[in-house]
Structure formats: structure tokens, C-alpha cells
């Protein structure tokens, strides 16, 4: 995943309006840099780096300000396509990896080619769809975005008490969400977690100029357990989709069927297993150091 953007002329003691709007439009740039991609053959990479992108954008946005929700909604509708965009990308790759690693034999095959050409056909249209919404998006909000016109949700300096107290909470509210994954430890709750997750970690990377030890030990914490649980949710999306593809399969995909959701029962339990121990791991890794602030 690429990095954001470092932010020239960020100051710790600069105001809230003036550190959102530099924020902001820093994040819009990255945006519009990572939108420039192959639209015909745009790799599941690429794809993610313009979400994540929006994502940030999305979080800068909501953490500084009372963004209205038609706008808020509008970059979820963009960042939902550029999703499904990414989700084929990887569906795709899953299928070529286990051909040539000859999981499956050669009765498969012919139903996995179907299954492939279903899914590129899908992808098609769903890359279509997602950069005429991306383009349009850029066109009609970023001037929006980057004047930031939305109300501040609190005043000061960016390195005071507000922003502290705002990244204390998240942190606090991602640990009891996660104390309640380790009691209720299934996949819907596990995707709620990773969301949660993801929401704080893009929220701490805003802030890391100002509470380097803090808000980067977020950041550096979550990675691993949003990379794992993350794999396991890949998992249940590829099974749920095979499965989907066995109620409409021929009798010649029988085989592709049998064969691929053999493999996936043996992938989802060892997704599931590793995504249980770097739960742990987060938790028990958990440390809370000394808040320093940034005063330059």
C-alpha cells in the first residue's frame, strides 16, 4: 500500500482550519495522482492505492469537519465501485495462482476457465462503471473539497487537546470492539473490526507529525492485523463466490466446483487461524506510550 503524501508546511501550532485545509488538499492531491492509472488493465495494486487514497481523503475530511452526508456519500458510492474493481482483481489472480500451481486437476480446468471469463466480463463493466464515477467525482467535488467551506468539529491547534482527546477515544472505543471479536470470534464480526481498525489507523496517520510515538505506534500496530484479517475476508468473498457459481454451474464445471471449494474449506481455516493469533497479537501488544507533543 503507498504511502500518503508527506504535507510541506504542516505545523503543529498551526490552527485547526489551517492544518485541515493543508490536510485536505494534500490528501485530494494524492487522489488525483493515483486516479491516473491503466483504466484497461488497472491491476488490483493500482486500484487499491486509489481507494486507500480516497479513503484518506474521506477520513480528513470526516475527522476535521461536519462534512454534509450527500458529500460523504458521494465519495462511499466512488470508493464502493473502485471495491468491487478490486475485488474481481484479486478473484482473478486467486484462479491464475492456482492453475499454475496445479491445485486443482485437469477436469477442473474447464470449469475454472468459465468461471474466470464470468468474472472478467464483470470487471469490465465494474472498471467502466467505477472510473466514469471516479472522473466524474473529481470533476464536480474536489473544488469543493479543497476550499473545505464544512464547519470545523472543534478549535485550537492541531496539536492540543482536541485532537489528542479525539485519538484517545478511537483508540480506546478499537480496543473494547476488539476485546468483543476475541469473545465473538467470527468473520462478520471480524470485518467490522478490520473496518473500525483501518478507520483509526488513516486517522493516525494524520496525525503523526504531531504525536510521532502515539499516533505511529497506531499506525505501525494495526498493519499486520489489518493485512491478516483482511486475507481472510478474501477468503470468505472467494468462497461465497464459488459457491454462487455452483448453483448456476453445468455439469462439466462439477469438478471446477468440488475441487476449488475443497481448497477454499482448507484456506479459510488457516485465514481464520492467523487472523485469531494476530487478534491476540494486537491485544496483547497493545501499549499506551506517554503522549509528547510536537511543539515546533
Keep these: 500500500m503507498a504511502r500518503p503524501s508527506d504535507i510541506s508546511g504542516l505545523r503543529p501550532k498551526a490552527s485547526l482550519q489551517e492544518a485541515a485545509r493543508r490536510i485536505v488538499r494534500s490528501r485530494l492531491s494524492d487522489v ?12 488490483a495494486y493500482a486500484v487499491k492505492d486509489l481507494r486507500v487514497a480516497l479513503r484518506r481523503l474521506r477520513t480528513a475530511v470526516e475527522f476535521f469537519t461536519w462534512a454534509p452526508a450527500p ?6 458510492t466512488v470508493g464502493a465501485a473502485l471495491g468491487a474493481v478490486r475485488d474481481s482483481e484479486v478473484q482473478l489472480a486467486w484462479l ?14 474447464a470449469g475454472m476457465r ?50 489528542r482527546d479525539r485519538l484517545e477515544k478511537r483508540a480506546k472505543d478499537l480496543r473494547q470492539l476488539g476485546m468483543h471479536l476475541r469473545e465473538n470470534f467470527d468473520i462478520g464480526h471480524a470485518h467490522e473490526f478490520r473496518t473500525r481498525l483501518r478507520q483509526i489507523r488513516y486517522q493516525a496517520e ?3 507529525p504531531v504525536f510521532p510515538k502515539r499516533a505511529g505506534g497506531i499506525v505501525k500496530r494495526s498493519v499486520p492485523a489489518l493485512d491478516v484479517i483482511g486475507q481472510w475476508c478474501d477468503v470468505d468473498q472467494r468462497k461465497a463466490l464459488v459457491e454462487k457459481f455452483a448453483v448456476r454451474a453445468r455439469a462439466e464445471d462439477e469438478a471446477a466446483v468440488i475441487e476449488l471449494l475443497q481448497l477454499l474449506d482448507v484456506e479459510q481455516s488457516r485465514a481464520e487461524q492467523r487472523a ?10 497493545r501499549k499506551r506510550p506517554k503522549i ?4 515546533a
Design 32 to 43: 488525483r495522482r493515483h486516479s491516473r492509472i491503466d483504466e484497461t488493465n488497472p491491476g
Design 71 to 76: 458529500f460523504r456519500q458521494s465519495i462511499r
Design 96 to 109: 491464475d495462482s492456482v492453475v499454475e500451481r496445479r491445485l486443482v486437476g485437469d477436469r477442473a480446468l
Design 114 to 163: 468459465r468461471l474466470r471469463s464470468e468474472i472478467e466480463t464483470a470487471s469490465s463493466r465494474q472498471r467502466h462503471d467505477a472510473f466514469d464515477k471516479i472522473r466524474g467525482w473529481l470533476d464536480l467535488e474536489a473544488k469543493l473539497v479543497a476550499n473545505l467551506p464544512f464547519p470545523l468539529r472543534g478549535q485550537g491547534r492541531l496539536n492540543g487537546h482536541w485532537t
Design 206 to 208: 494524520l496525525l503523526e
Design 276 to 285: 485469531r493469533s494476530a487478534l491476540f497479537d494486537w491485544l496483547a501488544r
Design 292 to 295: 509528547v507533543l510536537v511543539a
